[in-house]
């Protein structure tokens, strides 16, 4: 850390006052994938991992800051003497505070990007988005980073969420101490059956381990499987960078320490070269620091031109592994007032009735707006509140332009500036008492509304919701979402902004530096 390089400049020896970090455990089995990104990040040979309960100082390749605890960061970078940023990318983001700022908030908004960008940070502004769906379209294949947001997980990589001292420590130095946690594996098998959404199969995970009895919903004698380790996920290799991207940001309510989401390098491949589009237009748009999001398109193009991700070996030790067969999940599967982790099927919460519906949050992408449209197209004012919030000033530009916003205008939707909205709990708020249907998070007592039940679940039956007023049974959600959602591959279409008319001009000038071509 800091000593560690203040007495090597000083040509002092070692100190004894600190945690070092310690041998690795004595084992002949392999490593998982967590493991190997963690020991590049350390340094060790190609190949090599960091066995669990070690000690070890990864590096910090990508940092983010949010606005609730920005201000706190500044004050301990200050105490730092921090005057440029070690780590290679820092972003600070203000999507907790921008729809209904304070005085306060204002005043940080104004003051905090000039001390971010000063020392070779990447400052968003407000209305921007919310900060997981941006710092990922920053990150690094098989590369550690960290967040001062309990949700600062990467879908591709490996981050460890941290409060705002350790966050301004990992941006100073470069670096964050790491007692590496063991995994937890979770394997998906089998082929998804109609109806059946993503955000199921996320759900599915709590699910699996509530029937093997690894995991309990009372707090007495709680036991979670995933608690304080690292879950890993195989067997959905094609996903999109942006669903894998719901496994990893869910990994926060398992209690897990961190997410691995192994994937092919085709949608890996398919995601760079979208994001270095996105840099680029931040850069013509004069956001700062532009050497920093100049070196961060370089280093993207530097492993697009040579495409290698790392790979558990066969052998690797988990903690615990749970297998989830895709056949046996034939209805959606939601979490239950108010508890993240009491997971049930649609059918035994039929007729429940529903006053609002929240559609936002970053456990949502653009397609998810597509599909709650097509669900409420035709619809007239429908008998529920429904909130719209996107996670990005991109996708809402996007959504408008195709005319979504129209369908949720004439259901009567309510639609928030891009950011985290209810999901935060801290800017508008539910009606009290209300029943909640939503896409975000989590749903803790009190954070939505005073006394509110809120239930989680997918955008798609979130719709089916908002229409019916109530919770349907599966053969109306069925029927409702069979009709609409057919065409797939234009509704659940991605941001792939190499392909956009509206960022020729950054993909031109990507273009004259390294061909799309020779790297896609």
Not at 207 to 218: C, D, F, N
Not at 253 to 274: D, H, M, Q, W, Y
């Amino acid at each position: 850390g800091l000593t560690a390089n203040a007495r090597r400049s000083l040509g002092l020896s070692e100190t004894t006052t600190f945690i070092k970090a310690t041998p690795e455990v004595a084992s002949a089995k392999g490593y998982t994938l967590a493991q190997k990104m963690v020991g590049r990040a350390c340094g060790l040979p190609e190949g090599m991992g960091v066995r669990p309960n070690s000690y070890c100082e990864p590096k910090a390749t990508t940092v983010g800051s949010q606005d609730t605890t920005g201000g706190m960061t500044r004050d301990e970078l200050k105490e730092l003497a921090c005057l440029g940023f070690s780590a290679d990318l820092v972003m600070q983001s203000f999507c907790h505070t921008a729809a209904y700022p304070k005085p306060v908030d204002i005043k940080l908004q104004y003051e905090l990007p000039e001390f971010i960008s000063s020392r070779g940070g990447v400052s968003l502004r407000p209305g921007d988005g919310v900060i997981h769906s941006w710092l990922n379209r920053m990150i690094l294949p098989d590369t550690v980073g960290t967040g001062g947001d309990s949700h600062t997980r990467f879908p591709i990589g490996i981050s460890f969420p941290a409060g705002s001292g350790l966050v301004a420590f990992a941006a100073a130095t470069g670096a964050m101490p790491l007692d590496m946690p063991e995994s937890v594996l979770v394997r998906f098998k089998g082929t998804m059956q109609p109806g059946i959404t993503l955000r199921d199969l996320v759900n599915a995970i709590p699910y699996a381990a509530i029937q093997e009895g690894s995991l309990t919903v009372g707090k007495t004698g709680k036991k979670n499987v995933f608690n304080g380790r690292i879950l890993e996920i195989e067997g959905l290799p094609d996903l999109k960078v942006e669903q894998a991207f719901e496994f990893a940001d869910a990994s926060a309510e398992r209690s897990a320490n961190g997410c691995t989401v192994l994937l092919n390098k085709a949608p890996v491949i398919e995601f760079l070269n979208s994001n270095i589009v996105l840099l680029q237009n931040m850069i013509d748009s004069g956001y700062q620091d532009a050497r920093t999001l100049q070196r961060r398109i370089e280093n993207m193009q530097a492993w697009l031109a040579k495409p290698e991700l790392l790979q558990p070996d066969a052998d690797a030790e988990y903690a615990h592994v749970i297998e989830i067969d895709l056949n046996s999940i034939k209805e959606p599967l939601v979490a239950c007032p108010n508890d993240p982790d009491d997971i049930k099927p649609l059918s035994a919460v039929v007729g429940d009735k529903i006053d609002e519906v929240f559609i936002g949050s970053c456990m949502t992408n653009i397609g998810h707006y597509r599909a709650a449209a097509k669900v409420l197209e035709g619809s007239g004012n429908i008998p529920t509140r429904l909130w719209i919030a996107p996670p990005t000033r991109m996708d809402e530009a996007q959504l408008r332009d195709e005319g979504v916003y129209s369908t949720f205008g004439v259901a009567g939707a309510r639609t928030e500036i891009p950011g985290c909205s209810l999901c935060m709990g801290n800017q508008a708020r539910v009606a009290d008492r209300a029943t909640v249907f939503s896409t975000s998070t989590r749903n803790f007592d009190n954070r939505m509304g005073r006394d509110a039940r809120v239930y989680l679940g997918s955008a798609e039956l979130a719709a089916v919701c908002a229409k019916l007023g109530r919770m349907p049974t599966h053969a109306e959600y069925l029927e409702t979402v069979g009709n609409k959602l057919s065409n797939t591959a234009e509704i659940y279409k991605y941001l792939n902004f190499d392909q956009m008319t509206e960022y020729k001009g950054a993909f031109d000038k990507i273009k004259k530096v390294i061909p799309i071509a020779e790297v896609s």
